[in-house]
Structure formats: structure tokens, C-alpha cells
């Protein structure tokens, strides 16, 4: 990651070929991140991480989260607030006692296959000291840290002008991909290119939603208004009460999913405000008594919590996605740690249903973390990717 500024080659003919489509996440690489080493993990539209505990499950969805959130313009500080437990176990300090952690990823769209690789130090002192975005065999931006007195790394990003690279220093605390739109002015096709391929994969991350809905907060009510539903679902009420009355179509496909996944005749979800200003969530039996969420087990509960986030969207969900990118382009991806906890295989299935549904809209993709992802190996829509502990 330190190397000189690569030389431009020519890309092969066909990375010159035009492509259509949403920017998506298509690879995501941990070269040296927590447990993981050289581990690369192939992303569809529906993605199930598969493995015992302790086999990297929830660190691959923490660097997936970790470069999204860089992408969006987060600090490296924000992003890592512990980047020591981020080290690869046993990784050794060179001479200048530092130590650190390698992630990437790939994203396809327009411009074909663009790749990001990051190298992030954690020790002595954490700071973003190299990174690489390339395409079609052509180093686009390249940065490395020069002097460690200063805050900042020397990048070199692709021009095809006058110049074939502009070198320029970038802060040491930022995605310096993110900052490109910023920093080239596009006069050139080499500049233009840039910018084309750094968009592409700033789409692709942008609206993440991480999540892991924890039932023993989702039973009490809740404060009316409290926002967007957070990553735990522990405000679920309050957003079954919004979601009920702004959209009766997507309102409708919850309760039948629901209906699929829950004990019991179920007619509709209701959100019933209290009078203290709270609001609590329950289930309509149809001719049986109404059953609070607060009865139901751990299994309900989660399913019909990620079973909202798949039907809702960025509106309703805890994610801020960036105004500049047009509605036509944007997808939520959702990273559900422990997908299939506490669920039955009934309950699971009618899940990674809805979930394949989802994705091919093209506006939600998933990313979920499994026990044993054999249930649903052979899935078309379902990409199931097997880690060793």
C-alpha cells in the first residue's frame, strides 16, 4: 500500500464496454482484519455468511459497515473507536512499532469492476496510511503516508493530461476516494474517469443499515415519535404506527408476512398509542383477544422485526442517504448479524423468501450472518459464502 504511484496501463477492451445498472457491492476483502487473513467474500443481491461462533461472522459485517461509513464521509476515529481489537491476532509491530489492518472491497456498475483497498494503522496513533482505487487494470488514485510527523498522506490520482497524475497531500482521517469529488476538476478523460469510478463505488456503499433486532427491548412501549427505527428494532412500535398509516400496500405484505411466520391466525400488526405517550405493538387475532408483542417469543420477534426492515426502506430505517445521489441509483443494503437466531426453519425460509423478493427490485440487497447456512444452499437469489473458525 506504501509503493509508488503505480504507472497507468491500458485497460483490456472489455472495461471499455459501457454497462448499465445500479452501482452494487459485488466482493468484500479482509487481506488483515480481526481473525481474518486473504479472506475474500462474494456479495449478491441476497448474501448468507455461514459458520460457527468465533469463525468472523459479525467482523466481516463490521467492515463492511466500516467502509460505508467511510465512504460517507466518517472519520476514521468515528469509524474505529476500538481499531486495536480490529488487528489480525499474533500481527507483529514493524520497527516503528506500528500495527494496523487491511480491508476492500469491489463494486460493478457502469464503469465495470472498481476496487478499493485500504490500509488503516491502529498503533502508535490511528490514521487511514494507504489506499488504492483502480479499474480496468488502471490505478486511479493511489495514496501513501510519507512522512508520519504529518497528519496527512501523498496521493496521486489519474489525469491523462498534461500531467498524467496530480499529486496533492489528503487528510489522514478520511477516505481520500470520498474526498475525490472535491478535489478533481474533470477537465480531462483521465480526470472524468476518476471521478466516474469513485462515484460508482460510493453508491455502491452508500445506505447501509446494520442491524440485530433485540427482543427483550422490543417488548415494552415505546415514546410516540421516537424516530427511525434503530438497528436493535427496540422502537418498533412507534415505527409499526407510522409505517400503518403512510403505506397500506407495504402495511398489507407485512401482515401477510407475518401471517407466514407467526403462531396463529393473524389478521393485522397494530400499534395502539397509550395514554402516557407511549405506544405499544400487537397482534390482531381476528376473532381471538389481541396479543401484545410483549407475549410473543424470541423467534416472532425477530422475525417480524427484520421482516419490517425488509418492507420499509431508508425513509423509515436509522440510515441518512446522501441527497446527491438520484433516487433511480440508490439501494439500502442491510446487514443483519444473526439472521436466522432464534428463528425455526419455517420461519427462516419465508425470511430469505421475502429477502430474494426484495433484492430483485433492485432497491434492497442483504447481507446476513448464519449458524448453518446448509437450509439454504441452492437458493436462487442466494449467494451462501462458508467461513472455517
Known amino acids: 500500500m506504501t509503493a509508488p504511484f503505480a504507472a497507468p496501463v491500458s485497460p483490456p477492451p472489455s472495461a471499455a464496454r459501457p454497462r448499465t445498472g445500479r452501482p452494487r457491492l459485488t466482493e468484500l476483502r479482509l487481506s488483515a482484519f480481526a481473525g481474518h487473513r486473504g479472506a475474500r467474500f462474494p456479495l449478491g443481491a441476497v448474501t448468507l455468511l455461514a459458520g ?59 464503469q465495470g469492476p472498481v476496487r478499493l483497498d485500504v490500509a488503516v494503522q491502529a498503533e502508535p496513533g490511528l490514521r487511514i496510511v494507504g489506499e488504492r482505487l483502480s479499474a480496468g487494470g488502471l490505478v486511479l488514485l493511489e495514496t501513501a503516508l510519507r512522512d508520519p510527523a504529518r497528519r496527512t498522506v501523498q496521493a496521486a490520482w489519474h489525469t491523462a493530461g498534461s500531467a498524467p497524475v496530480t499529486r496533492a497531500p489528503l487528510p489522514d482521517d478520511r477516505l481520500g476516494t470520498a474526498l475525490l469529488p472535491l478535489r478533481v476538476a474533470g477537465g480531462t478523460d483521465g480526470q472524468r474517469r476518476v471521478l466516474a469510478a469513485a462515484e460508482q463505488l460510493l453508491v455502491a456503499l452508500c445506505s447501509v443499515f446494520a442491524c440485530d433486532p433485540r427482543p427483550e427491548r422490543m417488548r415494552a412501549p415505546v415514546p410516540i415519535g421516537s424516530g ?18 403512510q403505506c397500506g400496500r407495504r402495511h398489507a405484505q407485512l401482515v401477510a408476512a407475518v401471517r407466514a411466520g407467526c403462531a396463529g391466525p393473524v389478521t393485522d400488526v397494530l400499534a395502539e398509542p397509550l395514554g402516557d405517550g407511549t405506544v405499544r405493538a400487537l397482534l390482531d387475532r381476528g376473532t381471538a383477544p389481541r396479543t401484545d408483542l410483549a407475549r410473543l417469543g424470541d423467534g416472532e420477534l425477530r422475525y417480524l422485526a427484520l421482516t419490517l426492515v425488509l418492507l420499509t426502506g431508508p425513509g423509515v430505517l436509522d440510515v441518512d442517504p446522501p441527497g446527491e445521489v438520484p433516487g433511480a441509483l440508490r439501494a439500502l443494503t442491510v446487514l443483519a448479524d444473526g439472521f436466522d437466531r432464534a428463528l425455526d426453519l ?43 473458525p
Open 52 to 110: 460457527a461462533s468465533g469463525s468472523g461472522k459479525t467482523s466481516a459485517l463490521r467492515a463492511y459497515q466500516a467502509l460505508a461509513r467511510l465512504a460517507a464521509g466518517a472519520g476514521v476515529g468515528e469509524v474505529f473507536p476500538d481499531p486495536v481489537a480490529c488487528v489480525p491476532e499474533r500481527a507483529r509491530p514493524d520497527a516503528q512499532r506500528r500495527r494496523g489492518f487491511r480491508i476492500g472491497c469491489t463494486a460493478d456498475g457502469p
Open 228 to 245: 427511525r427505527l434503530l438497528g436493535g428494532c427496540d422502537n418498533l412500535a412507534d415505527v409499526l404506527l407510522r409505517t400503518r398509516a
Open 346 to 388: 419455517r420461519q427462516r425460509e419465508e425470511l430469505l423468501r421475502l429477502a430474494v423478493r426484495m433484492g430483485e427490485r433492485g432497491h434492497i440487497r442483504c447481507v446476513g450472518a448464519v449458524s448453518d447456512g446448509s437450509w439454504a444452499a441452492g437458493t436462487d437469489g442466494v449467494t451462501v459464502v462458508h467461513l472455517e
